[in-house]
């Protein structure tokens, strides 16, 4: 059984505008994988130094989220696959620039543009020294 707990929609506050700047929204077709996302990005010039972090959306989504270090990085890559989408190992991948958009997510996966003070309180006091 899963539990399905709806909440209000984040609100401005609760984002962090320079991640948000330096994120693309990456969506795969049957077959995609975080190895996929990665390839690309390699075969695009990305070094793994140009990377803050890779996540995946719920399972089974098929889409990653990777945020850049530099916003000019993110603008390069973006630039780089001019079409906004690339075939790897025959399976196609699009980049949306990420936005305004629904955010389906566990705690554990939480984009990283989401700051920590969001679920404090959502879900009660957060403790940081403690992770």
């Given amino acids: 059984m899963m539990t399905v707990m709806r909440f209000p929609a984040l609100t ?9 700047e330096r994120t693309v929204k990456m ?5 995609a994988s975080m190895i996929g996302v990665i390839n690309i990005l ?7 130094t140009d990377v803050e972090c890779i996540s995946s959306g719920p ?3 098929l889409q ?3 945020t850049f270090k530099e916003k000019d990085k993110c603008l390069t890559f973006l630039n780089c696959t ?3 989408s690339v075939t790897h190992n025959n399976v196609l991948y699009r980049f949306l620039k990420c936005g305004k958009q629904i955010v389906h997510c566990r705690v554990h996966c939480l984009p990283a543009f ?3 003070h969001v679920i404090a309180e959502i879900f009660g006091i957060w403790n940081s020294s403690e992770y």
Avoid: L
């Avoid at 969506?27 to 077959?31: I, N, V, Y």
């Avoid at 390699?42 to 793994?48: C, F, H, Q, R, Y």
């Fill in 12 to 20: 401005k506050e609760c984002m962090i505008d320079d991640a948000v």
């Fill in 27 to 31: 969506h795969g077709k049957r077959g």
């Fill in 42 to 48: 390699t075969k695009n010039g990305v070094a793994d």
């Fill in 59 to 61: 399972p089974g989504s």
């Fill in 64 to 66: 990653y989220d990777v």
């Fill in 82 to 84: 001019k079409h906004q």
């Fill in 114 to 116: 989401v700051g920590d």
